[in-house]
């Protein structure tokens, strides 16, 4: 009757197998973690911005400063102010912050 010699072979193949099958799989959760707090961060500035957008929309500029808090999805401080014949809006959320300037 003959042993098998390939028995310890097989082993360490699908050990090998595993391990880059699990690697990749670590990979790729990773990348897609990344890739989901970017989209997060990018939808975030898009909220801003359309918050800023409508805000504009519904204000006249003036003379005088006028800053107020709106709620949304989140909180958001709005101010318009007008100086040296530029209108400017500013939004700020946490530690982000958007600021527009019209030239006329």
Same mark, same amino acid.
């Given at each position: 009757m003959k042993k098998s010699l390939n028995s310890g072979y097989i082993l360490a193949e699908s050990l090998m197998g595993v391990g880059v099958l699990a690697t990749c799989i670590l990979l790729f959760l990773v990348m897609q973690a990344a890739v989901l707090a970017q989209s997060a961060a990018l939808q975030e500035k898009a909220q801003m911005m359309r918050v800023l $957008?409508?805000? #504009? @929309?519904?204000? !006249?500029?003036? !003379? !005088?400063?006028?800053? $107020?808090?709106?709620? /949304?999805?989140? #909180? $958001?401080? #709005? /101010?318009?102010?007008? +100086?040296? @014949?530029? @209108?400017? +809006? /500013?939004i700020q959320s946490g530690e982000q912050l958007w600021e527009i300037l019209y030239e006329e």
């Open positions: $957008y409508e805000e #504009v @929309q519904n204000h !006249s500029f003036d !003379s !005088s400063a006028i800053t $107020y808090t709106t709620q /949304r999805q989140a #909180v $958001y401080q #709005v /101010r318009f102010w007008q +100086a040296a @014949q530029h @209108q400017q +809006a /500013r």
